[in-house]
Structure formats: structure tokens, C-alpha cells
């Protein structure tokens, strides 16, 4: 193979003329991170409400939620990414599409990045809410209501902390797949991490290098996030009880 490698490229002046190739990528993580840490709090806040009133013992309830996990989750996520940034424009009332289509291009392709990956990881969160919910003995329940607690206090000091401590292992890797999706924002136009170094790479035409600093920038990113969650892992263990390494 006949390749010239250039390693210093990333010091090199990139033609849009906001500095180095470098902090060019440094942009890309910012807007990766940024991406990452508004959707997953949609997910939590979205698939943890989705994962409890699947088990809330409403069926009609139940069934809606089951509906929202199956549509999110059976589509592709690209394709609901064009879904959200090509066509939901087009069927909103016509004051709200202009006002979409009007906004600031950057914003735009953000907030459409956000909301698609934040429902999408929601409807995973959901189902591991409603596995770990399940997984508890019926007893843990009946003791809250013996205990005289309605049902939203049995959830809210009872089953919900035992599962948090359940599924934490799940979620971490639910976070990393999230981190890595952010990927597919490029597609729609936002330089996120991805986006940053395929730019990189059309400049410079130092395609190994572009790509290896992102494969670098993700595996740093998120060897930091598994270290933070099993730090809360640790935090949230009850000695001798579910989540305790053995």
C-alpha cells in the first residue's frame, strides 16, 4: 500500500478556517457529548415512566406503552432520524413546520439528533425497567401494601431502587450504545465526533489518521463513562444484597 502517512496533520490549518484539524475534532466531541448527555436524560425520564406503566396492571395503559416500545423499537434508526428531520416538518400544523425548517440549521439537526435517539433508547430503557420490575418477587410488593403504601410509593421506595440496582449493568451498556449512535447525526448534517473526522478525511485526504483519532476519542469517551457507571454501580450496592459483587 502505498500511503503517505502524516500524523501531524492534526496540526495543520483546517479549511474552514476555525483552526486546527484538531480542535476540529475536539468540536466533534463537544457536540457528541452534548448529544449524548440531553438524549439519554430523555431516555431515562421517558423509558423509565414507559417501563413502570407496563407493569402497572392498567391494560389499556399497557397496551399503549407496549405500542410506543414496538414502533420505536422495530424501526431503524436512521430511519427514524429522516423520519424526525425530513418528513415530521412536512405534517406538523404549517406554523410549526415553517418554524422548524426556519431555525438555525445547527440547532435544528441537534434537537432532531436528541429527540430521535433519546425515544429510541427510551423504548430499551422501558423494556429493561419492566424486566427488572418483574424479576422482583411478588412479595416485595404485597409487603409495601401491607405496609399501608399506595402504589405509586410502593414503586417509588420499594421496586424502583431494588431495579435500579438490578438492571445498572444493562444500562451501562445502554449508554455506551447511545454514545456510539450519535454517529448517525452526521448524516442529517451535524458535525458531531463521526461527522468531524469524515470532514477531516474529505480535506486532508489522511483517511487512517482522521479515523483513527475518532476510533481514539470514542474508546477514551467511553472507557470513562463504563468507569463512572460502575463507580455508581459500586455507590448503589447494598452489602450482601442484589448488586453487591461477588
Same mark, same amino acid.
Given at each position: 500500500m502505498n500511503y503517505n502517512w502524516n500524523w501531524s496533520i492534526f496540526w495543520a490549518p483546517a479549511p474552514d478556517g476555525s483552526g486546527t484539524y484538531m480542535y476540529t475534532l475536539i468540536k466533534g466531541v463537544y457536540w457528541t457529548l452534548g448529544v449524548s448527555a440531553v438524549a439519554w436524560i430523555i431516555a431515562l425520564v421517558v423509558g423509565v415512566t414507559v417501563g413502570v406503566l407496563r407493569t402497572s396492571r392498567i391494560k389499556w395503559l399497557e397496551k399503549i406503552c407496549a405500542g410506543y416500545v414496538e414502533v420505536f423499537r422495530n424501526i431503524p434508526l436512521l430511519v427514524q432520524l429522516f423520519l424526525w428531520y425530513f418528513v415530521f416538518p412536512e405534517?406538523?400544523?404549517?406554523?410549526? @413546520?415553517?418554524f422548524i425548517k426556519s431555525a438555525d440549521p445547527t440547532l435544528s439537526t441537534y434537537w432532531t439528533a436528541v429527540i430521535c435517539? @433519546?425515544?429510541?433508547t427510551s423504548t430499551r430503557v422501558a423494556e429493561q425497567i419492566r424486566a427488572g420490575i418483574n424479576s422482583l418477587p411478588t412479595g416485595q410488593s404485597? *409487603? @409495601?401494601t401491607a405496609l399501608g403504601l399506595r402504589r405509586p410509593?410502593?414503586?417509588r421506595y420499594i421496586l424502583l431502587p431494588i =431495579? *435500579?440496582?438490578i438492571i445498572m449493568p444493562p444500562l451501562t451498556s445502554e449508554a455506551l450504545n447511545l454514545i456510539k449512535n450519535t454517529s448517525v447525526a452526521f448524516t442529517i448534517g451535524l458535525?458531531?465526533? =463521526?461527522?468531524a473526522a469524515r470532514s477531516m478525511q474529505e480535506f486532508s485526504f489522511q483517511i487512517f489518521e482522521s479515523? *483513527?483519532? *475518532? =476510533?481514539?476519542?470514542?474508546l477514551v469517551i467511553n472507557t470513562i463513562v463504563v468507569?463512572?457507571?460502575?463507580?455508581?454501580?459500586?455507590?448503589m450496592s447494598v452489602p450482601g444484597f442484589i448488586g453487591t459483587e461477588k
Open positions: 405534517i406538523v400544523p404549517k406554523s410549526l @413546520g415553517d435517539l @433519546g425515544l429510541f404485597m *409487603a @409495601g410509593q410502593v414503586y =431495579t *435500579a440496582r458535525v458531531e465526533l =463521526t461527522g479515523f *483513527a483519532a *475518532a =476510533t481514539v476519542l470514542y468507569i463512572l457507571m460502575r463507580y455508581i454501580e459500586k455507590w
